[in-house]
């Protein structure tokens, strides 16, 4: 892989960057453009997503570190059994996991979920709305 790595640094379609002392490498165009500011786009992830599933660059990146708890005895989870880690922005701010009540069959939140002690700001709070029970 490293060899892969290099010809295409030699070739000029990728650069080191080093992250936090970590080296990774990126597409030159890739650091060439600037976004443009904007609301946080919100991702809610699965603990099957190649990021999550990545943990130590989940950390490096975000400063989050999942546990998937679905093997994990039920009292010593902290957000439930399937639990979805919510990227809004560049930050880990909820890990909720949901379960189904019978009757009425409404999905509520199984735990205290934020991950971020700015979740329960105002403007965090009305992006996350989506899992509050109303």
């Given at each position: ?14 650069v080191p960057v080093t992250v936090e002392g970590v080296e990774h ?79 009425p069959r409404r999905a509520t939140p199984c735990s205290d979920w ?21």
């Amino acid at each position: 892989m490293r060899a892969l790595i290099e010809q295409r640094v030699a070739r000029k379609q990728l650069v080191p960057v080093t992250v936090e002392g970590v080296e990774h490498w990126a597409a030159p165009a890739t650091l060439e453009t600037v976004p443009e500011a904007g609301p946080p786009l919100v991702h809610i992830l699965s603990p099957f997503d190649p990021l999550v599933i990545q943990r130590d660059r989940l950390s490096l990146f975000f400063g989050y570190t999942h546990v998937f708890e679905a093997y994990v005895p039920k009292a010593k989870r902290v957000y439930g059994y399937f639990a979805l880690p919510v990227l809004a922005g560049d930050e880990v701010v909820a890990v909720p996991a949901q379960r189904l009540n019978q009757p009425p069959r409404r999905a509520t939140p199984c735990s205290d979920w934020c991950a971020s002690a700015r979740c329960t700001s105002s403007g965090r709070r009305s992006s996350l709305s989506i899992f509050r029970d109303t």
